[in-house]
C-alpha cells in the first residue's frame, strides 16, 4: 500500500532535479494506483506543460480541480493547513489549465481558436481571483484579452502585471504601448494619461459565477511614454 507514496515520493524528487522524463513516469504509476491526488496531479500537470506536452498537462490539472473540488483534505494535511494548501493547487491547476488551452489553441483551426481562447479566459480569471497579485498571471490573462480583441481590459492586466517587478513588467509595459498607440491614434492624451485612465476603469467585470475580478491596486507608472 506503499508503492503510490513512493512513487510519488519518487515523482517530485524528478521534479526538484528538472527530471521532467521522470518525474511524469513515477508520476503516472503512481496516479495508476492512487489517480484522486491532487497533492502530485497540480505538480505533474506544470511539468507535463514544461515538457511540451499541452494535452497530457491539460488532462492532470482538469483531474486536479475535479478531486480538489469533490474529495476532502488527503490524511498526510492538517485541517488547519489544508485550505491554504487547496487555493494554491487550485490556482496552480487553473494556470496550467489556462496556458494549456491557450497552447491548444494556438494550433487549432481557425473557426476553434475563439472557443479555446474563451475557455483559456476562464480559466485564467478562477486563477487572478484566487491570485490577485501574481503578475504573471495578470500578464498571461492580458494577452487572452489581446487576443480577443478586447485591448482595454487587457490593459488593466498588463498594468497589473507592470507593477510588479519581475520578467513579466517589461513585456506588460511594451504591450501598454502598444494599446495606448492604437487607441491613442486619433486623441493627445500622453501615455502617463492613458495609464490613469485604465487605473480609473478598474477591473473588468467577470461574468463567472463565483469569480470575483481582482482588485489590486495598480502602482504609478515610472518613466514616459518616450
Known amino acids: 500500500w506503499l508503492l503510490p507514496q513512493a512513487y510519488e515520493i519518487a515523482a517530485k524528487a524528478s521534479i526538484d532535479l528538472n ?5 511524469l513516469e513515477f508520476g503516472r504509476e503512481s496516479l495508476r494506483l492512487l489517480p484522486e491526488n491532487p497533492l502530485l496531479l497540480a505538480p505533474l500537470a506544470s511539468t507535463a506543460l514544461e515538457a511540451g506536452d499541452p494535452a497530457q498537462a491539460e488532462a492532470f490539472a482538469r483531474s486536479a480541480i475535479e478531486y480538489l473540488d469533490q474529495f476532502d483534505r488527503p490524511a498526510s494535511v492538517a485541517p488547519s493547513e489544508w485550505p491554504v494548501i487547496q487555493s494554491d493547487l487550485k490556482a496552480a491547476s487553473y494556470f496550467t489549465l489556462g496556458r494549456a488551452v491557450i497552447a491548444a489553441a494556438l494550433k487549432a483551426p481557425s473557426p476553434l481558436k475563439e472557443q479555446k481562447m474563451r475557455e483559456a479566459e476562464e480559466s485564467l480569471l478562477r486563477v487572478a481571483a484566487l491570485r490577485p ?5 495578470a500578464y498571461v490573462l492580458g494577452l487572452t484579452k489581446l487576443f480577443l480583441k478586447r485591448p482595454k481590459e487587457a490593459a488593466f492586466y498588463f498594468a497589473q502585471a507592470r507593477s ?4 513579466a513588467s517589461a513585456k506588460a509595459l511594451e504591450n501598454l504601448r502598444r494599446i495606448y498607440r492604437l487607441s491613442n491614434a486619433a486623441g493627445g492624451a500622453s501615455f502617463e494619461e492613458f495609464l490613469a485612465s485604465v487605473e480609473r476603469s478598474g477591473p473588468p467585470v467577470s461574468v463567472l459565477p463565483g469569480v470575483k475580478a481582482a482588485k489590486t491596486p495598480l502602482g504609478g ?3 514616459s511614454e518616450a
Open 133 to 137: 497579485s501574481d503578475p504573471e498571471v
Open 221 to 223: 507608472y515610472a518613466g
Open 164 to 167: 510588479k517587478p519581475g520578467p
Open 19 to 23: 527530471d521532467s522524463t521522470r518525474a
